[in-house]
């Protein structure tokens, strides 16, 4: 017997959170071209908005703050990633069956290649740390897609 054709809904939900994904990769991969010092520049503007935040901390170091908000918008940035990437796969594991692990692999690929785009971007590098960091951001954005998912089904 051949596969079933997949229904119009989860052929439409595959394809809008395969979009969604992919555009995400983008904005990252777009963000590492960023030069060097219009990249401090953006994370000086957050730490000045976020000075009362770090007032209440009791954070008064500017380069502890500044690695903060440089390091959170990475795990940010990857639990977004992680998000998307969690509803692609099982988008796309309903409308096609079978395994996801193979693309899940792929997905531990993106903040590789980051990394890799600073490399070649004036004031910037590609760090070790940083994907490390990425794809503990990825793993944020799974569970908390896990978890929301729990809590919907109760």
């Known amino acids: 017997m051949g596969r079933e054709t997949p229904p119009d809904s989860a ?28 990249s401090s520049l953006e994370s000086d503007t957050a730490v000045s908005f976020l000075g009362a935040v770090f007032d209440a901390l009791g954070v008064t170091d500017a380069r502890l703050m500044t690695l903060i908000v440089r390091k959170g918008a990475h795990v940010l940035e990857y639990a977004v990633l992680g998000l998307l990437a969690r509803g692609m796969l099982l988008a796309r594991h309903r409308e096609r069956g079978g395994a996801v692990m193979p693309a899940g692999l792929l997905v ?42 729990r809590l919907r089904r109760r």
């Open 108 to 149: 531990a690929l993106v903040p590789v290649v980051d990394e890799c785009i600073q490399l070649f971007v004036p004031g910037r590098s590609g760090r070790v740390e940083d994907v490390l960091i990425d794809l503990a951001g990825v793993s944020v954005g799974v569970f908390a897609g896990m978890a929301a998912s």
């Open 11 to 38: 052929r439409r939900s595959s394809l809008l959170w395969t979009v969604a994904f992919c555009v995400w990769v983008l904005f990252i991969w777009g963000h590492s071209l960023v030069p060097g010092a219009q």
